[in-house]
């Protein structure tokens, strides 16, 4: 039995980073009901990433909301309303990703939802916080990226601002937010009492960033200078990056670049022989790697690199992943099959419990799906 089996999740939220948060809490066992608009869903349905759709809608809602229920309802219906008030009442846990204010608007604040229930853990996910200049700004991960200094610390430094290219804002909020339902469904455990459970993505990219900004601080403010090419960390010194091969790119990490030289048959490396210069020289470090390794293939680079025991890895595109003997060990595709008939595949959940691998074979819910089972057993 998986451990949050018998948690009932009312999940009002769209998008990404709510929804992450309770796919996280669906593959530990919770039963999650997401409540959706009744005309055009939950807005993810139609925000694609790319031309793939399954079930004539987008892949992207697909990933995010499998092994969930779908329940239709309109907010803004008294009626509607009155239903879901009544799903709440039967439920652990509720969430949402409201703009600050909407939840008020719409009667289901927590203060509301604590007097109908007073040990409910109630979930809100918000952009930049209920108050200051960025409030009411929309709270979309690539805007959060660029308002948090993120994306000066990817790309060489003549590139730009430059974006991560996944939606780690959205991502990571989402699991802070899984993160404080389940210590406050621990508590609740002990106690019975309930709690409010606020995050939001302006934060938490900011803790993704915690080494870079605590080293900042103790900089004195000194501006973030990234290296001119092969940058992977703006504060960590050569070898740190990805390099160009006669056939691909090989990633290094750590590594003293004198004794690179000698492995790699390259004297140049070897007078930067004191370790402050693998920062403050890093740029001619890195040129001097970039053009000697690119007069042999990965494979014969790391055959060199990997037995002396230095930090260092092929650079492989999904087609190479998938097929790789590495990744089918760790079995991290599953196929999930929807009530049509539908089957995708799709990652499972990444956490073993017991040396047992999470699965789940449920796929995502057609809009409303579940209405009428819903309606009859919890009498609504």
Excluded at 44 to 67: P, W
Excluded at 327 to 332: D, G, K, P, Y
Aim: proline share 4%; glycine share 8%.
């Amino acid at each position: 039995m998986k451990p949050l089996h018998g948690i009932t999740v009312v999940d009002l939220s769209q998008f990404l980073s709510g929804p992450s948060a309770s796919l996280r809490l669906a593959d530990l066992g919770a039963r999650v009901i997401k409540v959706e608009h009744p005309e055009h869903g939950d807005i993810g349905r139609d925000l694609y990433m790319s031309s793939v759709r399954i079930n004539d809608e987008s892949s992207f809602f697909y990933a995010i909301n499998r092994n969930k229920e779908s329940y239709a309802a309109n907010l803004k219906d008294e009626n509607d309303r009155s239903k879901v008030l009544k799903l709440i009442d039967q439920a652990d846990v509720v969430m949402h990703n409201f703009r600050p204010g909407v939840a008020e608007r719409l009667g289901i604040a927590y203060e509301t939802i604590k007097q109908r229930k007073p040990g409910i853990v109630y979930g809100h996910i918000s952009g930049y916080g209920a108050e200051g200049p960025w409030a009411k700004k929309p709270g979309q991960d690539l805007l959060v990226q660029s308002l948090s200094g993120l994306t000066w610390l990817s790309g060489n430094e003549d590139n730009g601002s430059t974006p991560m290219g996944l939606a780690i804002a959205d991502i990571f909020t989402g699991a802070h937010l899984a993160q404080g339902i389940l210590a406050a469904l621990v508590r609740k455990g002990m106690n019975g009492e309930g709690a409010l459970i606020e995050v939001n993505m302006m934060e938490s990219i900011l803790d993704l960033q915690f080494e870079a900004i605590t080293t900042y601080l103790q900089d004195r403010g000194e501006p973030v200078k990234r290296t001119a090419h092969n940058n992977a960390h703006a504060y960590l010194g050569a070898p740190y990056g990805i390099y160009q091969t006669s056939n691909g790119y090989l990633a290094l990490a750590m590594g003293q670049i004198p004794v690179l030289g000698e492995l790699l048959d390259c004297p140049d490396l070897l007078k930067y022989q004191e370790k402050e210069s693998w920062f403050t020289q890093r740029d001619e470090i890195k040129a001097v790697l970039a053009k000697h390794l690119t007069r042999r293939t990965t494979q014969a680079w790391l055959e060199v690199l990997e037995p002396a025991d230095i930090w260092c890895a092929d650079v492989l595109d999904w087609e190479r992943l998938l097929a790789h003997e590495g990744f089918e060990v760790l079995n991290m595709i599953q196929s999930v099959t929807m009530s049509s008939g539908l089957s995708y595949q799709t990652t499972r959940c990444p956490i073993t419990l017991n040396d047992e691998q999470l699965f789940s074979n449920r796929g995502a819910p057609i809009l409303g799906e579940h209405n009428s089972s819903l309606d009859e057993e919890l009498r609504l």
